[in-house]
């Protein structure tokens, strides 16, 4: 059994940058890869990032450039840092990751962007 506890979320001006964190504890496990979702009013939850195994990792066309994801193995935890931040960057934020017999999620945190 794993939990999730995501932070780093907040209000911040357009142009701004945020780092959200996401630490996994829990017995033994191991992570395979980790995600971070999104979900901003009226809309349907959207895929933001990926990170895999080996660290490779993808993102949404919308983010390209502006946010990064990354892991740390021995902290058990995935981050999301976001730059150059844009009021359309607004949402609850959900990271996910995949052990080797299932995926879990953190409660959201939510990241406001003012113009």
């Known amino acids: 059994q794993v939990q999730l506890v995501e932070s780093g979320g907040g209000l911040v001006q357009a142009g701004g940058s945020l780092r959200l964190s996401c630490a996994a504890s829990g017995d033994s496990f191991v992570i395979n890869a980790g995600a971070w979702y999104r979900q901003a009013p009226g809309k349907l939850r959207e895929l933001v990032a990926t990170i895999s195994t080996g660290g490779t990792s993808n993102y949404a066309d919308s983010v390209k450039g502006r946010f990064t994801i990354s892991r740390d193995n021995a902290n058990n935890t995935v981050y999301l840092q976001m730059n150059s931040l844009k009021p359309e960057d607004t949402a609850v934020y959900y990271c996910?990751?995949?052990?080797?017999?299932?995926?879990?999620w953190g409660q959201g945190t939510q990241v406001t962007v003012s113009s």
């Open positions: 996910s990751v995949k052990t080797l017999y299932r995926a879990y």
